[in-house]
C-alpha cells in the first residue's frame, strides 16, 4: 500500500496525557513503535512517506494571521526492517519542532493547538501527490491510504470552501483516510469540522477516527470498569 503519514505538530503534543506521558511520546514510542512492530511481523511491503506540518500563530501586527510549515523526512520508503526508522522519525520530530520553536521567538508568534491547524492544508498537499497517478500507475503497490496522527480529540476550525474541496478530492481519488487521536474521545460525535465563517458543524464522512489508548490507560480504564461491575 502507498502510505502517507501526516503527524501534526502543536502544542498539545507537549502536554501531558491522562496516562503521565507526553502525546509524542504517546504517539512515536507506542503507537507507532508498536505499528513498525507489527509491520515487521506481516512482513508487509509498503510504501511510507512521513509528512511533518504545524502553523503558526502571528500575534504581532501584520498583514499575514498565520504561516504554515511542512517537512518530509520520509519519502517513499520501503525497508526490510520497519524498526530502525523509528529513531529517525523521533529526531525528525524534534527537529521540526526546533525549527518552528524558534521561528515563534524571532516573528513573535506561537504554535497553534490542534483544533487552529492546517490540517486540510495537509491533507490537500498529499493529494496532489495524485493527481496524475492514472498515467503512471505503480503496479507493486495496492491501494493508497492517508493515515493522520494528532493530539486533538477530534475536532477542527476549517473554512467551508476548504471543507468541501477536500471532500470532493477525497472521493474523486477513492483513498481512505484514518484518523488517530492521541486524546481521549469526546461527548460529541467525531470528527467534527466547525465552519469558520458561519460556526456551523460538519461531519467528514471521508475520515474514519480512531482513539489510541496507552497501557496505562488502559488497564485504570479496565480497573475502573471492573469496579463498577462488581
Same mark, same amino acid.
Given at each position: 500500500?502507498?502510505?502517507?503519514?501526516?503527524?501534526?505538530? !502543536?502544542?498539545?503534543?507537549?502536554?501531558?496525557?491522562?496516562?503521565?506521558?507526553?502525546?509524542?511520546?504517546?504517539?512515536?514510542?507506542?503507537?507507532?513503535?508498536?505499528?513498525?512492530?507489527?509491520?515487521?511481523?506481516? +512482513?508487509?511491503?509498503?510504501?511510507l512517506t512521513?509528512?511533518?506540518?504545524?502553523?503558526?500563530?502571528?500575534?504581532? @501586527?501584520?498583514?499575514?494571521?498565520? +504561516?504554515?510549515f511542512?517537512?518530509?523526512?520520509?519519502?517513499?520508503?520501503?525497508?526490510?526492517?520497519?524498526?530502525?526508522?523509528?529513531?529517525s522519525? +523521533?529526531?525528525?520530530f524534534?527537529?521540526f519542532?526546533? +525549527?518552528?520553536?524558534?521561528?515563534?521567538?524571532? /516573528? /513573535?508568534a506561537?504554535?497553534?493547538?490542534?483544533?487552529?491547524g492546517?490540517?486540510?492544508?495537509?491533507?490537500?498537499?498529499?493529494?496532489?501527490?495524485?493527481?496524475?497517478?492514472?498515467?503512471?500507475?505503480?503496479l507493486?503497490?495496492?491501494g493508497? !491510504?492517508?493515515?493522520?496522527?494528532?493530539?486533538?480529540?477530534? !475536532?477542527?476550525?476549517?473554512?467551508?470552501?476548504?471543507?468541501?474541496?477536500t471532500?470532493?478530492?477525497?472521493k474523486?481519488?477513492?483513498?481512505?483516510?484514518?484518523l488517530?487521536?492521541?486524546a481521549?474521545?469526546p461527548?460529541?460525535?467525531?470528527?467534527?469540522?466547525?465552519l469558520?465563517e458561519? /460556526?456551523?458543524?460538519?461531519?467528514?464522512h471521508?475520515?474514519?477516527? @480512531?482513539?489510541?489508548? !496507552?497501557y496505562? @490507560? @488502559? /488497564?485504570v480504564y479496565?480497573?475502573?470498569?471492573?469496579?463498577?461491575?462488581s
Open positions: 500500500c502507498d502510505l502517507t503519514w501526516l503527524i501534526q505538530v !502543536s502544542t498539545e503534543m507537549f502536554e501531558f496525557g491522562d496516562d503521565g506521558d507526553f502525546y509524542w511520546e504517546k504517539m512515536i514510542d507506542q503507537f507507532i513503535r508498536d505499528l513498525l512492530h507489527k509491520w515487521n511481523e506481516l +512482513r508487509v511491503r509498503h510504501s512521513v509528512v511533518l506540518f504545524a502553523r503558526i500563530k502571528m500575534t504581532s @501586527s501584520t498583514s499575514k494571521k498565520h +504561516r504554515d511542512y517537512d518530509i523526512p520520509l519519502r517513499d520508503v520501503c525497508v526490510d526492517s520497519w524498526e530502525t526508522l523509528l529513531p522519525i +523521533r529526531i525528525s524534534h527537529r519542532y526546533s +525549527r518552528v520553536r524558534k521561528l515563534c521567538i524571532s /516573528k /513573535k506561537k504554535l497553534t493547538c490542534a483544533a487552529e492546517n490540517l486540510l492544508e495537509a491533507v490537500n498537499l498529499t493529494l496532489n501527490r495524485y493527481d496524475m497517478s492514472n498515467v503512471n500507475v505503480g507493486t503497490l495496492l493508497r !491510504s492517508i493515515v493522520i496522527m494528532t493530539a486533538s480529540s477530534g !475536532s477542527f476550525e476549517v473554512g467551508r470552501d476548504l471543507s468541501a474541496i471532500e470532493l478530492r477525497m474523486r481519488t477513492g483513498m481512505g483516510c484514518d488517530v487521536c492521541m481521549e474521545p461527548l460529541h460525535a467525531s470528527p467534527l469540522f466547525v469558520r458561519n /460556526k456551523m458543524y460538519d461531519v467528514p471521508w475520515a474514519h477516527i @480512531s482513539f489510541f489508548r !496507552s496505562v @490507560s @488502559s /488497564k479496565d480497573q475502573i470498569v471492573g469496579m463498577e461491575n
